[in-house]
Antibody
Framework: QVQLQESGPGLVKPSGTLSLTCAVS?????????WSWVRQSPGKGLEWIGE???????DYNPSLKSRVTISVDKSNNQFSLKVSSVTAADTAVYYC??????????WGQGTTVTVSS | EIVLTQSPGTLSLSPGERAALSCRAS???????LAWYQQKPGQAPRLLIY???SRATAIPDRFSGSGSGTDFTLTISRLEPEDFAVYYC???????????FGQGTKLEIK
């Protein structure tokens, strides 16, 4: 079955760029699914960040759109997230997820990112 | 943006009891786009229900979803010890594409 694993730095400095990767195993990032990033912070609960299809098509949460880029790497069967100009408000657990039928049916275990100097 | 409001914030029940968790949308939505998740401490959310009433793979039949329009309910018929967790509803909106979550209901052991 499909498994997802997030990776990336756990600490990012304010005004810097947060970069995470989600490795897909047991399946292909070029399947018919879209792939999402979701974050969870104590202050804002679960927040959808955006999604990507293997063609490169993306959709972003309007509240984050100006700072977020999601990309796909078909050769390495993974997709990535970048959030620029981070502040303490971007401190959260970041999850990658596979999208099913208007839901997220497979999730990674999550990775904690702290924004601090 | 459509807002999802879950109630109650915390529900205290005993194993064997029935639980009913509410999710209310700020405007009428298609039930096709409503899902429910369970999250335990230190774990990722797990999909329970999609399309408002369809159980996801391997979800026990004590979990059921219902509702339409603005009011949706997740029901757990007989609580097992492993069911005590936080539950979230989630909505997909298409213009623009956006997934939103409710603030969650914590189901705790009484």
């Amino acid at each position: 079955q499909v498994q997802l694993q997030e990776s990336g730095p756990g600490l990012v400095k304010p005004s810097g760029t947060l970069s995470l990767t989600c490795a897909v195993s047991g399946g292909s990032v070029t399947s018919s699914n879209w792939w999402s990033w979701v974050r969870q912070s104590p202050g804002k609960g679960l927040e959808w960040i955006g999604e990507i299809f293997h063609s490169g098509s993306t959709d972003y949460n309007p509240s984050l759109k100006s700072r977020v880029t999601i990309s796909v790497d078909k050769s390495n069967n993974q997709f990535s997230l970048k959030v620029s100009s981070v502040t303490a408000a971007d401190t959260a657990v970041y999850y990658c997820a596979r999208q099913g039928y208007y839901n997220m049916d497979v999730w990674g275990q999550g990775t904690t990112v702290t924004v601090s100097s | 943006e459509i807002v999802l409001t879950q109630s109650p914030g915390t529900l205290s029940l005993s194993p064997g009891e029935r639980a009913a968790l509410s999710c209310r949308a700020s405007q009428s939505v298609s039930s096709t786009f409503l899902a429910w998740y369970q999250q335990k401490p230190g774990q990722a959310p797990r999909l329970l229900i999609y399309g408002a009433s369809s159980r996801a793979t391997a979800i026990p039949d004590r979990f059921s979803g219902s509702g339409s329009g603005t009011d949706f309910t997740l029901t757990i018929s007989r609580l097992e010890p492993e069911d005590f967790a936080v539950y979230y509803c989630q909505l997909y909106s298409s213009s623009p594409p956006l997934y939103t979550f409710g603030q969650g209901t914590k189901l705790e052991i009484k």
